[in-house]
């Protein structure tokens, strides 16, 4: 009888729908010939496969090794006695033949690190991770001392539990031999002391029984004995587990967790870090954790995470065998940064975890409130991600933030919370639509609730991450399937899901070997490197399509669930390349070629090679990318379809992302479908989500609304197109708005949790769900006093007004801490003017009692009054309900909403404001001429994403006529144009908002201009050839400290029904922002900009500061921001981090490169000008009454904007 192994693994990893893939397989197998290979049985908790034995490395095959939980654990035994326990297991009563125990620590180290577990004695050069025996193990050098090597987290041993120890251990060739033993702090008791030697490696085990009391200073470190005459050695060690016996029988686990029970609670206040350590966000980190006084609520003392290098370092626990993969619990936690150091983007609370050998990086929780100022108090609910062998959370700053500053952590709580509720009386979305509806997902949602509502909803998933490329390998051309993509293959095929591939070859997540040969040099276009290249790209699609054909039937076979692939994704460049496509690696090595061959690879692995036979094409196979919407994009996009056609490219279908937000116009997106209309192609919405910004209940309602527009443009585009060229499916980029890549923008249908928001009452088309639109106004911070001039303060000019019902006039207001300052023109003259303002009723009247303070003035036939509302308790970031009605008698003339009805004002930071000196044209050079001398300048000080560190600029303005002048001075260490994004080059961006009219979307009259520091232009939102024909002239040149860029704007745009209308000249103002990219070639390092916090310019005009232009008789030398209220402000908002991820953030068309030189316009891109915004906008209900009164004076509204993607 052959040999076997018997895996056994508790039922949480083993899914029972194992067993139906098993029978499937093995029929597979044996129409080809041969016999059944794997079997599988899944019982109580305990799942079972068989398969005959593979050759595992030596080491790695311990039968005194101890099974972690959820470890595969691999024994060779007889089948006939194996049968016999299952037999037992299957058969037995409530007392099972096998104990599953609970992981409490382990550590493998085939990931490279050491886990949870740290250095005990020696030095940063004591530990390494070396290859050895077929595996990864740790090294420990020149040991010196019995307790040199490596500890257990500290925290993690409980008082009256016995737990079981488990380690393999051998001393370096030629050490002579000795003992070695785990020893438990502070008592020192020895466990498993046993001889070791360097032939061979040895297994200790051993148990120990807590006592009774406080167990917060227990720890065990490995220790050795010293060997005479040999005063260092090195040993090894591999295959760490500590586990504790946990019962198992029919029914519910003993002493399961229940709802309330509290599984993590530190508060440092002992002095005790509870298991908590140190966490090295990189191989050159050591960041150091400190318990200091002061802790939140006035409580002792707090853990300090300081000394940190790199944005991963932070603070740890291990939490193997005690949260469990796939269940939600709830964080509380108390955050803070020090006193003056940088928040930036704020903080996230993640995971590390490991399956088969695999570890995967999860972000949890965003926790972008925290400040430098105070404590914040975090509440939210995470589930913990699939793991079978060692999982940690910690706590870090923002993925590619950069900030290191030091931060504090108290008061933490991990607990069980309440089930989740899904509420399956809901239509479910997929009801509502003729075509497959999808869900982009990771393991998280397979399990509890959350597959409850994924189930209800939706019909297919996507793998958000785990089919990237990258995701499939754990070292050069060493192939594994991710355990998250297993995962979700299991889910699709139990319950009958179709999966949509994403993605087999894309620039971004894609190992940096694969364009290096065996050696480590990087390949080029040479004829050998070339074929090589090719070769990879063959054998990866291959491995893909056999990998899971052997484990889930053929192609089209009914126990197969995957149906599309992703095939190329983001290949289109966001800049004019000859071509149109983006200059990646594989772009350098293959050029257009890649894009073939990975179509035909796939085509020949999926459609034939592991199809089944009668099945006709089972996956289909698209091109995907992101800014289809825009017609520059989009155009270069079609080109490159219309050429693999020609080519006759196995291709099926075109993928539209649409990362939109409520600014973008709907008529763009039936722009981008429509473009591929008579290609015969299907068409498929891969990774729709729609962001919010701010998140507050009004533009939640917009959303709705978006969401609404959105479906029906998508059940119309499919009922009228040909059959060929229907919408394949549509994919929300996310099940719930805590689990999205875009979390603080709540871009998704349903909450946290997993209660249906105004989106998915639109989606499904329920007008009954969406609440009425609400009005929304923008109050920067600033005061104006009653007093002569208050009617013709700089705070009013700076922004348009509100406007009122029925023609009646407008309104402004500013905020302080006292009192909101409201100014009402009215065209009436009022009896008295009321306000509703945060749940109470307030009015003014001259010398009427009970008035609020303030004042009133005719000005040209018509009244302002200002008024000061009383308040306390504000600061930006906050909202309240307003509303403003103007009175003659009874009647209300006018008001700001509908009766009974209130608006919602959203408190900011001072708005930025600048002079611009009317002088004599520079010469446009690149050059600090004697014009620009006596020219303030502004600083590009807020860091809105990437490091505080990272380049900023000295800005300056001028103009003379109608055209503005800019220079930027900017400083950068390093100077990096690699990146093959223009967003991700060392470039500046000038933001313009002719006019001033702050209406959130961008119009015909607003401009992105962005230009890098070789002078290579290219522009994000709006018309790309409208923002050419603006650029004058551009210049740049380098500097002893960076580069700098000079450019001269035409300021034209459109008014009264035309074109090309001059809007520059004295006493105008218009809407401004400076921004500076800092490019490294690992990706963007920093984003720093003047006026908006928010990192979202690029697709929001409401928050970018505002420049008023004054004659040239005006001093010029005043500081910037000197108006009451004008401050550009010193601290920065923690922003929205609008681009971390490779080939995420927009950018259209871009000029030829002309380094160091002038330029003047460029020439038209191929895009056409499109169309009207048809919903949505952060603006207020006012701004888009004068938006509509702007369009009947012939201005058209044309709004382009950049995406981005993960």
């Given at each position: 009888?052959?040999?076997?192994?018997?895996?056994?693994?508790?039922?949480?990893?083993?899914?029972?729908?194992?067993?139906?893939?098993?029978?499937?397989?093995?029929?597979?197998?044996?129409?080809?010939?041969?016999?059944?290979?794997?079997?599988?049985?899944?019982?109580?908790?305990?799942?079972?496969?068989?398969?005959?034995?593979?050759?595992?490395?030596?080491?790695?095959?311990?039968?005194?090794?101890?099974?972690?939980?959820?470890?595969?654990?691999?024994?060779?035994?007889?089948?006939?006695?194996?049968?016999?326990?299952?037999?037992?297991?299957?058969?037995?009563?409530?007392?099972?033949?096998?104990?599953?125990?609970?992981?409490?620590?382990?550590?493998?180290?085939?990931?490279?690190?050491?886990?949870?577990?740290?250095?005990?004695?020696?030095?940063?050069?004591?530990?390494?991770?070396?290859?050895?025996?077929?595996?990864?193990?740790?090294?420990?050098?020149?040991?010196?001392?019995?307790y040199v090597g490596i500890q257990t987290p500290s925290g993690i041993f409980e008082a009256e539990q016995t737990y079981d120890f488990s380690l393999r251990i051998r001393l370096a060739p030629g050490t002579p031999d000795t003992s070695a033993r785990l020893v438990m702090k502070p008592s020192y008791t020895w466990i498993g002391n046993t001889p070791v030697t360097a032939s061979s490696w040895t297994t200790i085990t051993g148990s120990y029984t807590a006592a009774a009391g406080d167990a917060s200073g227990l720890q065990a470190y490995i220790g050795t004995s010293d060997i005479a005459g040999t005063p260092a050695y090195s040993y090894y060690i591999d295959d760490i587990v500590v586990t504790t016996e946990a019962a198992s029988g029919g029914g519910e686990e003993?002493?399961?967790?229940?709802?309330?029970?509290?599984?993590?609670?530190?508060?440092?206040?002992?002095?005790?870090?509870?298991?908590?350590?140190?966490?090295?966000?990189?191989?050159?980190?050591?960041?150091?954790?400190?318990?200091?006084?002061?802790?939140?609520?006035?409580?002792?003392?707090?853990?300090?995470?300081?000394?940190?290098?790199?944005?991963?370092?932070?603070?740890?626990?291990?939490?193997?065998?005690?949260?469990?993969?796939?269940?939600?619990?709830?964080?509380?936690?108390?955050?803070?940064?020090?006193?003056?150091?940088?928040?930036?983007?704020?903080?996230?609370?993640?995971?590390?975890?490991?399956?088969?050998?695999?570890?995967?990086?999860?972000?949890?929780?965003?926790?972008?409130?925290?400040?430098?100022?105070?404590?914040?108090?975090?509440?939210?609910?995470?589930?913990?991600?699939?793991?079978?062998?060692?999982?940690?959370?910690?706590?870090?700053?923002?993925?590619?933030?950069?900030?290191?500053?030091?931060?504090?952590?108290?008061?933490?709580?991990?607990?069980?919370?309440?089930?989740?509720?899904?509420?399956?009386?809901?239509?479910?979305?997929?009801?509502?639509?003729?075509?497959?509806?999808?869900?982009?997902?990771?393991?998280?949602?397979?399990?509890?609730?959350?597959?409850?509502?994924?189930?209800?909803?939706?019909?297919?998933?996507?793998?958000?991450?785990?089919?990237?490329?990258?995701?499939?390998?754990?070292?050069?051309?060493?192939?594994?399937?991710?355990?998250?993509?297993?995962?979700?293959?299991?889910?699709?095929?139990?319950?009958?899901?179709?999966?949509?591939?994403?993605?087999?070859?894309?620039?971004?997540?894609?190992?940096?070997?694969?364009?290096?040969?065996?050696?480590?040099?990087?390949?080029?276009?040479?004829?050998?490197?070339?074929?090589?290249?090719?070769?990879?790209?063959?054998?990866?699609?291959?491995?893909?399509?056999?990998?899971?054909?052997?484990?889930?039937?053929?192609?089209?076979?009914?126990?197969?669930?995957?149906?599309?692939?992703?095939?190329?994704?983001?290949?289109?460049?966001?800049?004019?390349?000859?071509?149109?496509?983006?200059?990646?690696?594989?772009?350098?090595?293959?050029?257009?070629?890649?894009?073939?061959?990975?179509?035909?690879?796939?085509?020949?692995?999926?459609?034939?090679?592991?199809?089944?036979?009668?099945?006709?094409?089972?996956?289909?196979?698209?091109?995907?990318?992101?800014?289809?919407?825009?017609?520059?994009?989009?155009?270069?996009?079609?080109?490159?379809?219309?050429?693999?056609?020609?080519?006759?490219?196995?291709?099926?279908?075109?993928?539209?992302?649409?990362?939109?937000?409520?600014?973008?116009?709907?008529?763009?997106?039936?722009?981008?479908?429509?473009?591929?209309?008579?290609?015969?192609?299907?068409?498929?919405?891969?990774?729709?989500?729609?962001?919010?910004?701010?998140?507050?209940?009004?533009?939640?309602?917009?959303?709705?609304?978006?969401?609404?527009?959105?479906?029906?443009?998508?059940?119309?585009?499919?009922?009228?197109?040909?059959?060929?060229?229907?919408?394949?499916?549509?994919?929300?980029?996310?099940?719930?708005?805590?689990?999205?890549?875009?979390?603080?923008?709540?871009?998704?249908?349903?909450?946290?949790?997993?209660?249906?928001?105004?989106?998915?009452?639109?989606?499904?088309?329920?007008?009954?769900?969406?609440?009425?639109?609400?009005?929304?106004?923008?109050?920067?911070?600033?005061?104006?006093?009653?007093?002569?001039?208050?009617?013709?303060?700089?705070?009013?000019?700076?922004?348009?007004?509100?406007?009122?019902?029925?023609?009646?006039?407008?309104?402004?207001?500013?905020?302080?801490?006292?009192?909101?300052?409201?100014?009402?023109?009215?065209?009436?003259?009022?009896?008295?003017?009321?306000?509703?303002?945060?749940?109470?009723?307030?009015?003014?009247?001259?010398?009427?009692?009970?008035?609020?303070?303030?004042?009133?003035?005719?000005?040209?036939?018509?009244?302002?009054?200002?008024?000061?509302?009383?308040?306390?308790?504000?600061?930006?970031?906050?909202?309240?309900?307003?509303?403003?009605?103007?009175?003659?008698?009874?009647?209300?003339?006018?008001?700001?909403?509908?009766?009974?009805?209130?608006?919602?004002?959203?408190?900011?930071?001072?708005?930025?404001?600048?002079?611009?000196?009317?002088?004599?044209?520079?010469?446009?050079?690149?050059?600090?001429?004697?014009?620009?001398?006596?020219?303030?300048?502004?600083?590009?000080?807020?860091?809105?994403?990437?490091?505080?560190?990272?380049?900023?600029?000295?800005?300056?303005?001028?103009?003379?006529?109608?055209?503005?002048?800019?220079?930027?001075?900017?400083?950068?260490?390093?100077?990096?144009?690699?990146?093959?994004?223009?967003?991700?080059?060392?470039?500046?961006?000038?933001?313009?908002?002719?006019?001033?009219?702050?209406?959130?979307?961008?119009?015909?009259?607003?401009?992105?201009?962005?230009?890098?520091?070789?002078?290579?232009?290219?522009?994000?939102?709006?018309?790309?050839?409208?923002?050419?024909?603006?650029?004058?002239?551009?210049?740049?040149?380098?500097?002893?400290?960076?580069?700098?860029?000079?450019?001269?704007?035409?300021?034209?745009?459109?008014?009264?029904?035309?074109?090309?209308?001059?809007?520059?000249?004295?006493?105008?103002?218009?809407?401004?922002?400076?921004?500076?990219?800092?490019?490294?070639?690992?990706?963007?390092?920093?984003?720093?900009?003047?006026?908006?916090?928010?990192?979202?310019?690029?697709?929001?005009?409401?928050?970018?500061?505002?420049?008023?232009?004054?004659?040239?008789?005006?001093?010029?030398?005043?500081?910037?921001?000197?108006?009451?209220?004008?401050?550009?402000?010193?601290?920065?908002?923690?922003?929205?981090?609008?681009?971390?991820?490779?080939?995420?953030?927009?950018?259209?068309?871009?000029?030829?490169?002309?380094?160091?030189?002038?330029?003047?316009?460029?020439?038209?891109?191929?895009?056409?000008?499109?169309?009207?915004?048809?919903?949505?906008?952060?603006?207020?209900?006012?701004?888009?009454?004068?938006?509509?009164?702007?369009?009947?004076?012939?201005?058209?509204?044309?709004?382009?904007?950049?995406?981005?993607?993960?």
């Amino acid at each position: 009888m052959s040999s076997r192994e018997w895996i056994w693994r508790p039922t949480w990893w083993c899914a029972a729908a194992r067993h139906r893939r098993a029978e499937e397989r093995r029929r597979v197998r044996d129409e080809r010939g041969s016999a059944p290979t794997e079997l599988s049985w899944c019982f109580r908790n305990v799942c079972v496969t068989t398969r005959p034995a593979s050759p595992r490395p030596a080491h790695k095959l311990s039968a005194t090794t101890k099974p972690r939980k959820g470890a595969l654990v691999h024994r060779r035994i007889s089948p006939l006695v194996s049968l016999a326990a299952v037999g037992a297991l299957i058969l037995g009563g409530a007392a099972p033949a096998v104990a599953a125990p609970t992981t409490i620590s382990s550590v493998d180290f085939e990931d490279g690190t050491t886990g949870a577990w740290t250095r005990s004695g020696g030095t940063d050069s004591t530990l390494r991770v070396i290859d050895l025996d077929g595996g990864k193990v740790l090294e420990v050098i020149d040991r010196d001392a019995d307790y040199v090597g490596i500890q257990t987290p500290s925290g993690i041993f409980e008082a009256e539990q016995t737990y079981d120890f488990s380690l393999r251990i051998r001393l370096a060739p030629g050490t002579p031999d000795t003992s070695a033993r785990l020893v438990m702090k502070p008592s020192y008791t020895w466990i498993g002391n046993t001889p070791v030697t360097a032939s061979s490696w040895t297994t200790i085990t051993g148990s120990y029984t807590a006592a009774a009391g406080d167990a917060s200073g227990l720890q065990a470190y490995i220790g050795t004995s010293d060997i005479a005459g040999t005063p260092a050695y090195s040993y090894y060690i591999d295959d760490i587990v500590v586990t504790t016996e946990a019962a198992s029988g029919g029914g519910e686990e003993p002493g399961a967790p229940q709802p309330g029970d509290v599984l993590i609670d530190t508060d440092f206040d002992s002095g005790d870090l509870d298991g908590w350590t140190a966490r090295a966000g990189s191989d050159t980190s050591d960041p150091q954790i400190t318990i200091v006084d002061g802790g939140a609520d006035g409580t002792a003392a707090a853990a300090q995470v300081g000394q940190r290098t790199h944005e991963g370092d932070g603070v740890q626990r291990d939490i193997t065998g005690l949260l469990e993969p796939g269940k939600t619990y709830a964080l509380s936690a108390a955050v803070r940064f020090a006193p003056g150091s940088a928040p930036g983007q704020g903080l996230t609370l993640s995971a590390r975890t490991v399956s088969g050998g695999t570890q995967n990086f999860s972000n949890l929780l965003q926790i972008e409130n925290a400040t430098a100022s105070g404590w914040t108090t975090v509440r939210g609910e995470f589930t913990v991600p699939t793991y079978d062998s060692a999982a940690e959370i910690y706590v870090e700053a923002r993925y590619n933030s950069g900030n290191t500053s030091t931060f504090l952590v108290d008061q933490v709580q991990v607990s069980v919370p309440e089930a989740a509720q899904v509420d399956t009386g809901l239509t479910p979305v997929q009801d509502t639509v003729d075509f497959p509806l999808g869900v982009a997902i990771d393991s998280r949602e397979t399990t509890g609730a959350a597959s409850d509502l994924l189930l209800h909803h939706f019909g297919q998933i996507t793998p958000e991450n785990h089919m990237k490329v990258e995701a499939w390998y754990t070292g050069p051309g060493q192939f594994t399937r991710n355990a998250e993509a297993t995962a979700l293959l299991d889910y699709a095929q139990a319950e009958d899901l179709r999966l949509y591939g994403h993605v087999l070859v894309w620039h971004s997540q894609t190992p940096a070997w694969f364009f290096q040969d065996d050696g480590g040099r990087e390949l080029t276009a040479s004829d050998a490197d070339k074929q090589l290249l090719r070769d990879r790209l063959r054998t990866h699609i291959f491995d893909v399509a056999a990998s899971i054909a052997d484990d889930y039937g053929l192609y089209g076979s009914d126990t197969n669930p995957l149906v599309a692939w992703d095939v190329v994704n983001e290949v289109i460049s966001d800049q004019a390349t000859p071509d149109g496509l983006r200059t990646s690696r594989w772009y350098q090595v293959l050029g257009e070629e890649f894009i073939r061959l990975a179509f035909q690879y796939a085509d020949d692995a999926f459609n034939d090679e592991y199809a089944a036979a009668g099945t006709d094409r089972p996956v289909k196979l698209f091109i995907n990318d992101y800014n289809t919407e825009i017609d520059a994009k989009g155009a270069q996009y079609a080109a490159l379809v219309e050429r693999l056609l020609d080519a006759d490219v196995p291709i099926d279908g075109v993928g539209h992302q649409f990362h939109t937000s409520i600014n973008t116009p709907i008529s763009a997106l039936r722009g981008a479908l429509e473009r591929f209309e008579g290609f015969g192609l299907l068409q498929a919405i891969t990774e729709l989500d729609v962001t919010i910004n701010p998140a507050d209940d009004p533009n939640r309602v917009r959303q709705g609304y978006y969401y609404r527009d959105v479906f029906d443009l998508m059940r119309e585009y499919h009922a009228a197109a040909p059959a060929a060229e229907k919408i394949y499916s549509a994919t929300i980029w996310g099940l719930t708005d805590t689990r999205s890549w875009r979390a603080e923008q709540q871009p998704l249908l349903f909450t946290g949790g997993f209660e249906p928001k105004p989106a998915y009452y639109g989606a499904i088309d329920d007008s009954s769900g969406l609440p009425s639109l609400i009005t929304t106004a923008n109050v920067f911070e600033g005061d104006v006093q009653p007093g002569a001039g208050f009617t013709d303060a700089a705070e009013w000019r700076n922004l348009p007004f509100n406007p009122l019902t029925a023609n009646a006039g407008g309104w402004q207001a500013r905020w302080n801490p006292d009192h909101l300052a409201v100014i009402v023109r009215s065209t009436a003259t009022p009896d008295r003017v009321a306000f509703t303002y945060r749940g109470q009723e307030y009015f003014f009247a001259p010398d009427a009692a009970g008035s609020v303070p303030g004042a009133q003035a005719v000005v040209d036939g018509e009244t302002y009054t200002l008024a000061h509302l009383p308040h306390s308790d504000v600061a930006a970031g906050q909202g309240a309900d307003f509303d403003v009605r103007v009175l003659t008698g009874d009647q209300v003339v006018g008001a700001w909403n509908s009766p009974g009805a209130t608006g919602r004002l959203s408190f900011l930071e001072p708005l930025s404001f600048v002079r611009v000196p009317e002088l004599t044209a520079p010469t446009v050079d690149g050059q600090m001429d004697a014009t620009w001398a006596d020219v303030p300048a502004v600083t590009t000080g807020r860091t809105v994403e990437g490091s505080a560190e990272g380049a900023s600029a000295e800005v300056r303005t001028l103009w003379e006529d109608n055209t503005l002048y800019v220079l930027f001075d900017v400083t950068d260490a390093v100077i990096d144009l690699s990146a093959s994004d223009p967003w991700q080059q060392d470039s500046v961006e000038l933001f313009l908002d002719l006019g001033n009219t702050k209406a959130g979307t961008y119009g015909p009259n607003d401009t992105q201009i962005r230009i890098s520091a070789d002078n290579v232009l290219s522009f994000g939102s709006g018309n790309t050839a409208t923002q050419q024909a603006r650029v004058a002239a551009s210049a740049t040149a380098r500097t002893d400290t960076g580069y700098r860029v000079e450019v001269a704007i035409d300021l034209v745009g459109q008014s009264g029904g035309q074109s090309n209308v001059p809007l520059g000249g004295v006493d105008t103002v218009h809407g401004i922002d400076f921004q500076v990219n800092d490019g490294r070639p690992a990706g963007r390092f920093a984003v720093k900009t003047w006026a908006d916090p928010t990192g979202t310019g690029y697709q929001n005009t409401a928050r970018w500061g505002v420049a008023e232009f004054v004659a040239a008789a005006t001093d010029p030398g005043t500081d910037p921001g000197t108006d009451p209220g004008m401050d550009p402000g010193t601290d920065p908002g923690p922003g929205t981090d609008p681009g971390t991820d490779p080939g995420t953030e927009p950018g259209t068309d871009q000029g030829t490169p002309i380094p160091g030189t002038a330029s003047g316009p460029l020439p038209p891109s191929r895009g056409s000008a499109d169309a009207l915004a048809t919903t949505g906008g952060t603006a207020s209900l006012g701004a888009l009454v004068l938006g509509g009164l702007l369009l009947l004076s012939g201005a058209a509204v044309a709004v382009r904007r950049r995406s981005q993607r993960a």
